[in-house]
């Protein structure tokens, strides 16, 4: 398989020209601020990077990244690459094909301390490596999915589907079976799913948080015993309401979802919480800040017109940092950055 390799250019090249805008944003409670603290800066590979539809955080700053065909299309640009804190690519995983531990269309990719997992959809199946590229364990025949994550045991799928199934399912790779669902799907639920990139779904204290994209909540789902508790929250100008009133495969309802508000992520970082609120596909971005008994204690707002942490189609935290990709110019040409950003109290 031909792979053109990213280049990682000096940080020095954009941090001068972006030194004089600002790097931080402050909590409307005034209780946290948003840092950027580190960028990698990746020269922009039009047949790799031009479909880069996944990203994943590894232990001590490394990150993996899927690509599903580029701009040319063709399996020469479908790869999952191993970046390491860096920026430095340390091995493409797999192969492009149909069998085992190939794949078509690596769309998304998740990551479970050292171990990564990818997701190929036209296969629907689950490949699992570790980060030197030892073959783990696939698992085939699973259900059409929007996002998925892990613990050391299960694999836990956001579905996509019809508006009468569940959000939420936990498969068990011991038994190689389901062992719990969860969720109900509304039909605006459905419009954005079918429009959107992951669907806001992380692990946090044992449990499993998601979100139901077109409602302010958060589901927290107990994986021994299927309960759950909801997570409710106040945003304001995030309604998606009117998509109910649309039939399910309308183009008007898929444009509506696209241009409106939806949850775009959840986060564990740092000891907190992060819940991401979109507000429309040009609005703001609001960080909503939970402690670790889920009391809400700040919001943090920024706009696409700031130089701020946007991502339209992937984001990451390694427990400890927000990584947000971002498109910037330095020296005439236009790269994909990946910003690392923290929360730091305010003193």
């Known amino acids: 398989m031909r792979l053109t390799a990213l280049l990682v250019l000096p940080i020095f090249l954009w941090t001068l020209p972006l030194a004089a805008q600002s790097t931080t944003f402050e909590g409307t409670e005034g209780n946290l601020q948003l840092v950027k603290e580190e960028a990698v800066m990746l020269q922009e590979n039009l047949e790799f990077l031009a479909d880069f539809s996944g990203l994943a955080a590894l232990p001590n700053g490394g990150f993996v990244v899927t690509t599903t065909g580029g701009s040319t299309g063709g399996s020469e640009a479908t790869a999952v690459v191993v970046y390491d804190a860096d920026g430095q690519q340390e091995r493409v995983l797999g192969r492009s094909g149909q069998g085992p531990y190939e794949y078509e269309l690596p769309r998304f990719v998740s990551t479970q301390g050292e171990r990564i997992l990818i997701w190929d959809q036209p296969q ?3 490949s699992a490596f570790a980060r030197d590229g030892t073959r783990l364990n696939e698992w085939t025949g699973l259900p059409f999915l929007h996002g998925f994550t892990a613990t050391a045991d299960e694999l836990v799928f956001h579905q996509a589907g019809t508006t009468d199934e569940e959000l939420v399912s936990l498969y068990d790779t011991d038994s190689d079976g389901f062992i719990c669902r969860a969720g109900t799907r509304t039909p605006a639920d459905q419009m954005l799913m079918r429009v959107q990139y992951p669907v806001a779904l992380t692990v946090y204290e044992g449990e499993v948080l ?3 994209p077109s409602r302010t909540v958060v ?3 107990q994986p021994s015993n299927c309960e759950e508790r909801t997570l409710t929250f106040d945003v304001p100008g995030f309604s ?3 998509t109910e009133g649309y039939p399910p495969n309308s183009m008007e309802a898929l444009e509506y979802a696209w241009l409106n508000s939806r949850i775009a992520g959840i986060h564990p970082m740092n000891g907190y919480l992060v819940i991401e609120a979109a507000l ?23 706009g696409l017109n700031t130089e701020a942490p946007i991502s ?10 927000l990584g947000f990709v971002t498109q910037e110019e330095a020296n005439g040409e236009v790269h994909r950055v990946l910003n690392w950003w923290r929360l730091h109290a305010v003193e």
């Open 210 to 212: 998601y979100a139901a």
């Open 124 to 126: 629907r199946k689950v």
């Open 312 to 321: 339209r189609h992937v984001d990451l935290s390694d427990g400890q940092r």
């Open 240 to 242: 998606v309401e009117e």
């Open 219 to 221: 589901h927290r789902l």
């Open 280 to 302: 429309g596909l040009e609005g703001d971005r609001l960080l909503l800040v939970f402690d670790d008994n889920f009391e809400h204690i700040d919001t943090i707002r920024y």
